[in-house]
C-alpha cells in the first residue's frame, strides 16, 4: 500500500511506502509498545495550519494524532473518526492501514542500530467532503553522519470510493505529463513551502529530470502514473527528488 521512498539509511526504507513493495514483509499488526516506548494519543481535528479552518469545519472526517515512541524513534500518524466520534468501513481501512505501515518494521526489530535517529510526522493538505490528502516528511540520520537527511511521501484518499488516489487516477493527469515532459506550466517550492530561488531552479531541475524519461511522452506518463503526490488549494503538487543543500525534495505546483 505505501510507496517507495526516495532515500534510504542501510535496511532501513523508511517505511512510508504508498505502494506493495516496501512493506510487504511489515507484521500485519504493531507490536504493543514496551516499557521503553509510549504511544501518546491526542485529538487535534486542526493537525495543520495547511488545512483552512472552514475546511476543517466541514468535512466528513475529524483527523487525530497517534505518536509511537521507541528510543530515538518518533512516528506521528494520522488517524480518521466520523464527526460523532464513531468508527465506519472508511475509518477501520485507512486506520488500520496507516498504523500497520506508518512505522518501519526494521525500526520496530531495531534492525537499525546504527540509526541516530528517525522522526516521521503528517501535515493535512486537504480534508473535505470529497478527498484527504496527507503528506508525510521523514528526517532521519545515521550515526558518523554530519546532517540528517529528509524524505516525504503521500496519501490522497477518494471518500466516496473508499480507495487511494493515485496520480493517474487524475482527471488532468496526461496534461501534468506534457507539463514534465516540455518543462513548462509548474512552479517548485522548497519543502519549507517557499518558492524556489530563480538562481536554483535550473540545478534543482536538472536534478530530478535527470531520472525522468525525456525522449517518449508515453514513457514518462508510465513512469509518472504513481509518482507521489497530494491536494492543496485546489491545486495538484507532485514530490520530486531535490539535491541534499535543496532539502532533498522539492514539490511541483501544476497549473
Known sequence: MFKKPILKIGLLTLGICL?????NN?????QEPTSN????VEENNNKSNDVKKDDVETNKYNIT????KKGNI???YPQFKTKDG????FTNKWNKILKDELIP???LNNSEPELEFFNLNYKVKTNDNNVISLLFPVSFCSKGSAHPLGDCNSMCIDISKNKKIELQDDPNFSK?????FYDKNYSLLYNSGEEVNKNEIKEIKKYFLEGLEKNDISKLKEQLKDQRFYYENGKTVIIFEAPHVYGDYVFAVME
Not at 494524532?65 to 509511537?68: I, L, M, N
Not at 464513531?86 to 468501513?89: G, N, P, R
Open 19 to 23: 505502494t506493495a513493495g516496501c512493506m
Open 26 to 30: 511489515k507484521s500485519s499488526e504493531i
Open 37 to 40: 516506548d509510549s504511544m501518546v
Open 65 to 68: 494524532s497517534e505518536t509511537y
Open 74 to 76: 518518533s512516528v506521528e
Open 86 to 89: 464513531l468508527d465506519d468501513d
Open 105 to 107: 518494521n526494521d525500526v
Open 176 to 180: 501534468y505529463v506534457e507539463n514534465i
